[in-house]
Nanobody, 126 residues
Framework: QVQLVESGGGLVQPGWSLRLSCAFS???????????IVWFRQAPGKEREGIKC????????TYVDSVKGRFTISRDGARNTVYLQMNNLKPEDTAVYYC????????????????WGQGTQVTVSS
């Protein structure tokens, strides 16, 4: 049973940084390196949006312009973990952040992902 568990969210002030983690387990016969991992977020009253994705070959994709230059996605295969480093956080980054996994290739369509974490809350407020 594949499981994804996010952590690292919290309450921070504008301009601060957070690093979210997505720990990946239960992938019998495969490894984290066989999967594309995406980060989505959903703010209250808004639709879920894709943020960044890293493919099985470690190609990174950005799906929302507002995080360019501030957010970075990376993978640690030895720890079976994908990270989302978020710098210079803004109030509009406030949302529940989810990681999701699918085989090999990145996609900005949430319905194409097979596995989801439970989400971690990020609140940016002064």
């Amino acid at each position: 049973q594949v499981q994804l568990v996010e952590s690292g969210g919290g309450l921070v002030q504008p301009g601060w940084s957070l690093r979210l983690s997505c720990a990946f387990s239960g992938f019998s016969g495969f490894s984290l390196n066989d999967y594309a991992i995406v980060w989505f977020r959903q703010a209250p009253g808004k639709e879920r949006e894709g943020i960044k994705c890293i493919s099985n070959r470690n190609s990174a994709y950005t799906y929302v312009d507002s995080v360019k230059g501030r957010f970075t996605i990376s993978r640690d295969g030895a720890r079976n973990t994908v990270y989302l480093q978020m710098n210079n956080l803004k109030p509009e980054d406030t949302a529940v952040y989810y990681c999701a996994a699918r085989k090999y290739y990145c996609s900005n369509s949430g319905s194409s992902y097979d596995y989801w974490g439970q989400g971690t809350q990020v609140t940016v407020s002064s």
